[in-house]
């Protein structure tokens, strides 16, 4: 590996995964798969949960079984996408960084050769459902991968990447084709060394609504004093009060809304009876279907037909 090269890559080294050198590279550098959360393009972080843990006031989660089911079968996507392109090398990839911009590290999962020089790049993925990927072929790919392996390209100088994913339960592998954005590169460079330079003057950034956000707050502030009392300042109770009694007024709105749906669903499977389709006027409204067998159901149309005429009927 010591005689790869890339065009702004320079190598430092192969560590398993979790192991102390591992650690020590990425330490105070930033990382594709950190990347995402700083842009705010990240569904599993948030610039304020990346902040935290890069500044040492969390510990990451640990690896959940959809991380260990990647790890576990990331050899065996490798080996399919070799056996579809016998053109390129795999190599482990190790880790790199940025010949100039030293804290833009990159740890992908292959690099991929033609006659023994690093063309492109490979990363590996698996998922469950498969919903956020697009046309196999394309470049469309979850925006938090696609900014991950912008990251890897911008850091390495190569002009395109592959994605391999093995896909949803029928286990189905599927491949994209990234190209590099030297736009969206420089934006994420700019992000990130701004994000870099909030971390070394101890600048935290606001807190947000992100779900990673919530919980990185709940893990810094793992116990209760149970004798100690926060004072809501008045201004601060004319933000907070308001949002949280319309989330309360909405969530027994929606309880009161479902539980009319649900009455009016079973009145109208009976008056159906053996009926296939409901209908009002020449609008479909509903219909009663079964599967392998089974009693059947109702299933409600997605376009119900506008009844402005009937408001108040009812009563």
């Known amino acids: 590996m010591t005689t ?13 995964s979790g192991s102390p050198e591992w650690h020590a590279a990425r330490e105070h550098r930033m990382t594709g798969s950190r990347i995402a959360g700083v842009v ?7 610039r304020y949960s990346t902040w935290c843990e890069m500044a040492g ?11 260990a089911r990647g790890h576990f079968l990331e050899g065996g996507v490798a080996d399919w996408f070799a056996s579809q392109h016998p053109e390129f090398e795999l190599v482990e990839a190790g880790t790199w960084v940025h010949a100039e911009w030293d804290w833009m590290l990159a740890n992908p999962d ?6 023994g020089r690093v063309v492109g790049g490979l990363e590996i993925k698996t998922d469950a459902d498969g919903r956020e990927w697009g046309e196999p ?12 392996v912008q990251w890897y390209m911008a850091t390495l100088g190569l002009d395109w990447w592959k994605v391999a994913v093995l896909v949803g339960r029928g286990f189905k592998f599927h491949e994209y084709h990234i190209m590099r954005d030297p736009e969206d590169a420089e934006w994420m460079r700019e992000q990130a060394e701004a994000f870099m330079v909030s971390i070394a003057w101890d600048e935290m950034p606001p807190v947000d609504g992100h779900k990673a956000t919530i919980r990185t ?17 008045d201004e601060l109770a004319a933000e907070w009060l308001p949002a949280l009694a319309e989330e309360k007024t909405a969530a027994a709105e929606a309880k009161a809304a479902k539980a009319r749906a649900e009455q009016a669903r079973a009145e109208l499977l009976d008056a159906m009876g053996l009926a296939g389709r409901a209908q009002y006027g020449l609008d479909n409204v509903a219909r009663r279907q079964a599967k392998g067998g089974g009693i059947p159901y109702l299933v409600v149309e997605s376009d119900l037909p506008a009844i402005p005429e009937l408001q108040g009927a009812a009563a």
């Open 40 to 46: 705010g393009l990240s569904k599993y972080a948030s």
């Open 137 to 148: 072929g394309t470049n469309e790919i979850p925006v938090y991968y696609a900014a991950q």
């Open 4 to 16: 790869l090269t890339t065009p702004t890559g320079r190598y430092l080294g192969r560590w398993d």
């Open 217 to 233: 707050i709940r893990k810094r502030h793992p116990a209760i004093d149970p004798n100690l009392i926060y004072d809501i300042p």
């Open 110 to 115: 292959r690099l991929l050769l033609q006659h």
């Open 57 to 67: 006031l969390v510990e990451p989660d640990p690896q959940n079984d959809d991380q």
